[in-house]
């Protein structure tokens, strides 16, 4: 069992940055592939981007590339979200994520845990 705590979240100006954090126990951001989510009201759970522990490897979504960015700290045992140029339709709860498996990584469905998720306001 993989227990993932994200925090960092809040209010922020269009235009801001703010840094996310996911805290991991066990051994989840050395082994495991993390990735980011999130999910508006009313709509469907977004991929963002994630990091594949075996090779180092990062994807991103379309949506975010080059301003959101992921790394992770395993000495901290923790996946950062670190997202800049905010815009008002990144108002969202965001979720760390984590995953056993090596492929189709930006489903949803390929991740196994999900921490409780931390909400994101941007306004304008």
């Known amino acids: 069992q993989v227990h993932l705590v994200e925090s960092g979240g809040g209010l922020v100006l269009a235009g801001g940055s703010l840094r996310l954090s996911c805290a991991a126990s066990?051994?989840?951001?050395?082994?495991?592939?993390m990735a980011w989510f999130r999910q508006a009201p009313g709509k469907e759970r977004e991929f963002l981007t994630f990091s594949r522990a075996s090779d180092g490897y990062t994807y991103s979504a379309a949506s975010v590339s080059g301003r959101f960015t992921i790394f992770r700290d395993i000495t901290e045992r923790t996946v950062y979200l670190q997202m800049t140029s905010l815009k008002p339709e990144d108002t969202a709860v965001y979720y760390c994520?984590?995953?056993?498996?090596?492929?189709?990584?930006?489903?949803?469905?390929?991740?196994?845990?999900w921490g409780q998720g931390t909400q994101v306001t941007v306004s304008s």
């Open positions: 066990e051994r989840a951001v050395s082994t495991y592939t």
């Open positions: 994520a984590a995953s056993f498996k090596t492929s189709a990584l930006n489903t949803a469905s390929q991740y196994d845990f």
